[in-house]
């Protein structure tokens, strides 16, 4: 009968009972206990209570203070210790059982394990509880006791982490990245590295060539000079390689690990005497107050000026000679592809090149002393967002910066056009970038709008820097930017829990949150969160990892035996043990298969017949129960996983440009037809100011509404922590019949 607070995923939430004890923790708890409440937080307000409030703690609210205490007793943790273990145990046993592609023979184990270490660890509590109530211990008595307890449950931990880790299934077809900095100075060193990787099941590196305003190529540009800090030469494996970027292509090539360029196109560092900027001065980004060094950047960042032409051509030269001296790198990986973060009150931008260019399109000329002088020109410039200087007042300044930002965004948007144009078609390379996951953020702190770039085909992999701590909000983040810009390129969603400090388990929460949200793969900023953690490592290969993947961008052939090889090695290994497939279904099912292979392959008709016959498969002809299920999930994954293939095929053979035309033309077996026009869905009221009936139909589960309803009376108090919050809803039940 009781209700949830109603509140969105982004915060956390504690229900606590009529007694002041924690029922339910969670982002949203399923309902308001009766006579009790639930505190729920975000920003800060939800660290603490995710951090501070566990199952079975006693909370106390004082209204008149808008505060509340949580007290905590080793029975409250030991609680809320066999809760998460229990609903992890739940979870692995449940895909254990439904035939899951799982190491079930260790699993068993670990789950056994890990009942016995509650089962001792629920002893050693109560030892602890008895001793403490009868109040003659020694204190070498009860720290020997706690110290006892300690070491039980960091097993129940331990052991509870890897049946987490291992509960996870290895895709076949998936994007498997890290953002690497070179680090090393010796081939061995690097070998050493591309080893582990290869070990720990990554296919794609997005390694660090131009950072700080350095190189680890040798460029022939005297403004992207070769990095300092990196070795002359590196030698090995018989081979001596003149540079670092050329040493480390080759090695991950001998372990098919797919190498493209990770390029930070604005951003220079933050030293003034990097040879671009000491060449160049005239190249450097302003801010509104004159200054040159960014002041919502997390540092004293300098970066180049995106609307100075000569600043993008002497980026596209050194991405073309880049990837004609290195024709192994795959592709490359445009970040800082932005201006720098910014709002009205501490803006950026004021450059001659941008001021003059917007200054243009306004109708408006600067003097001549003005265009020599570019604190002259940002002075009279300045005057475009001041109300005491225009005849609209505030309404023109504020349309004025409007758009302002507007012609910047467009800039980027120009430039990101400029490199698909002039490297991407030319060179056939692999063109990614690394954006906000946030659309408004993006576009507005940052002038960076890819939603077009990604909706019109320009970029082939997103990656989305959804580098936040908790996986919901990965997951709504990546659901949101797929939702927005549309399946027109790959998604590899960009993780940092390692590098946020998050334990190493969270990174299989985050990967299966990223897939979850319709991901193709992942991409983990960056290596030194990899490089060295044995930890990190052990969470990669124990389930998420624990098979190698073909990339979701690798030729379709690949992509299909991915796929099809993962099944009929399922069928043999888990669905024929299993009684869920014959041998003479497996048979017919990779005959089945062998005949979608043989399909041709080029072009979008092809691929959508493929995808035609994917989707004529009958899996019940070849399996049932759960294996049939599982076999359902991957074919459905690779019918996904083609459509984007469409897309991409559309516009690469320009049978498409979604600029100019947004919705995709109609792909049947016998050929390309425009699309139809959009027809509206349902009729158009002709009365649309009549009060319409009332409805009994639940909108979230179309399942008819009892005529008695329970309303939730709630008293909302607030419990400000930090610049977050936390809300109490406080909820009394009323039934109320119509």
Same mark, same amino acid.
């Given at each position: ?307 100075? #032409? ?6 596209? !030269?050194? @991405? =073309? %000679?880049?990837? *004609?001296?290195?024709? /192994? ?49 940002? #002075? ?6 001041? !109300?005491? @200087? =225009? %005849?609209?007042? *505030?309404?023109?300044? /504020? ?340």
């Amino acid at each position: 009968d009781a209700a949830g607070t109603g509140t969105n995923i982004y915060g956390f939430e504690a229900a606590v009972n009529a007694e002041g004890v924690v029922v339910e923790i969670g982002v949203n708890v399923s309902e308001i206990p009766a006579g009790g409440y639930v505190i729920s937080g975000h920003g800060k307000g939800r660290d603490f209570i995710r951090s501070n409030i566990v199952l079975g703690a006693t909370v106390t609210v004082d209204e008149a203070t808008k505060t509340y205490s949580v007290k905590t007793t080793l029975n409250s943790y030991y609680e809320n210790l066999v809760t998460e273990v229990n609903s992890t145990v739940a979870t692995a046993e449940t895909r254990i059982r439904q035939l899951y592609d799982l190491n079930v023979k260790d699993l068993t184990k670990y789950i056994a394990d890990v009942k016995e270490a509650l089962a001792e660890l629920k002893t050693v509590k109560e030892q602890i509880e008895t001793g403490l109530e009868g109040d003659n211990w020694t204190e070498e008595q009860r720290l020997s006791q706690l110290m006892q307890y300690n070491k039980y449950q960091l097993q129940v931990d331990r052991l509870h982490r890897v049946i987490q880790t291992m509960s996870a299934e290895s895709r076949p077809v998936s994007g498997r990245g890290v953002w690497h900095r070179p680090i090393e100075t010796t081939y061995a060193e690097m070998k050493k590295n591309v080893e582990m990787y290869a070990k720990v099941g990554i296919n794609t590196i997005f390694v660090e060539t131009l950072y700080n305003g350095y190189s680890s190529f040798r460029s022939s540009s005297k403004d992207f000079v070769y990095n300092p800090k990196l070795a002359n030469k590196y030698t090995g494996d018989g081979k001596t390689y003149n540079d670092y970027l050329s040493a480390f292509v080759a090695l991950c090539k001998k372990y098919d690990i797919e190498v493209h360029a990770w390029v930070e196109n604005f951003y220079v560092g933050t030293q003034n005497d990097v040879p671009v900027v000491k060449n160049h001065p005239d190249w450097i980004m302003y801010n509104d107050d004159g200054t040159i060094y960014q002041r919502n950047e997390g540092g004293a960042y300098i970066f180049l000026d995106p609307a100075n #032409k000569d600043v993008q051509d002497a980026l596209i !030269a050194y @991405y =073309l %000679e880049l990837l *004609q001296k290195n024709p /192994d790198v795959a592709g490359l990986n445009l970040d800082y592809i932005r201006y720098p973060v910014t709002d009205a009150s501490e803006d950026s931008g004021y450059t001659m090149a941008a001021m003059e260019g917007f200054y243009t399109l306004k109708g408006k000329e600067f003097s001549e002393a003005q265009k020599k002088d570019r604190e002259k020109m940002a #002075k009279k410039f300045l005057q475009l967002f001041n !109300a005491d @200087y =225009l %005849e609209g007042g *505030q309404a023109e300044a /504020d349309q004025n910066y409007n758009d302002w930002c507007a012609y910047r965004a467009n800039i980027i948007t120009e430039y990101v056009r400029r490199i698909k144009t002039e490297i991407k078609d030319t060179q056939k390379i692999v063109l990614s970038t690394s954006v906000f996951a946030s659309l408004t953020e993006s576009l507005g702190a940052k002038k960076q709008d890819w939603k077009t770039w990604f909706s019109n085909g320009w970029i082939d992999i997103a990656t989305p820097m959804a580098y936040y701590t908790a996986a919901s909000d990965v997951l709504s983040n990546v659901t949101a930017m797929i939702q927005t810009a549309g399946n027109n390129c790959y998604y590899y969603s960009g993780l940092a829990s390692s590098y946020s400090g998050l334990p190493a388990w969270q990174n299989k929460e985050q990967i299966e949150a990223s897939y979850l949200a319709g991901a193709n793969g992942y991409v983990i900023f960056c290596s030194t969160q990899i490089i060295g953690h044995a930890d990190v490592q052990d969470v990669l290969m124990a389930g998420v990892n624990s098979t190698a993947a073909v990339r979701p961008h690798d030729t379709l052939d690949k992509v299909l035996e991915g796929y099809f090889a993962s099944v009929l090695d399922r069928g043999q290994r888990v669905y024929m043990p299993a009684g869920g497939m014959t041998q003479e279904q497996y048979d017919q099912l990779s005959a089945k298969f062998e005949e979608i292979k043989a399909m041709p392959q080029d072009g979008a008709v092809n691929i959508y017949k493929i995808q035609k016959a994917v989707q004529g498969i009958t899996v019940s002809t070849y399996a049932k129960g759960y294996s049939g299920q599982r076999i359902t999930e991957s074919l459905k994954e690779l019918t996904a996983l083609l459509d984007t293939r469409i897309s991409i095929s559309l516009i690469a053979n320009g049978d498409w440009d979604p600029e100019k035309q947004p919705a995709r033309p109609i792909v049947t077996e016998d050929g390309i037809k425009e699309p139809e026009e959009t027809k509206p869905s349902t009729p158009v009221n002709p009365n649309p100011t009549k009060p319409s009936a009332p409805n009994k139909t639940d909108k979230n589960t179309d399942k008819q509404v009892d005529p008695v309803i329970w309303v939730v009376l709630a008293v909302a108090v607030v419990v400000m922590l930090g610049s977050g919050a936390a809300i109490v809803f406080m909820a009394k039940k009323k039934k109320v019949t119509e």
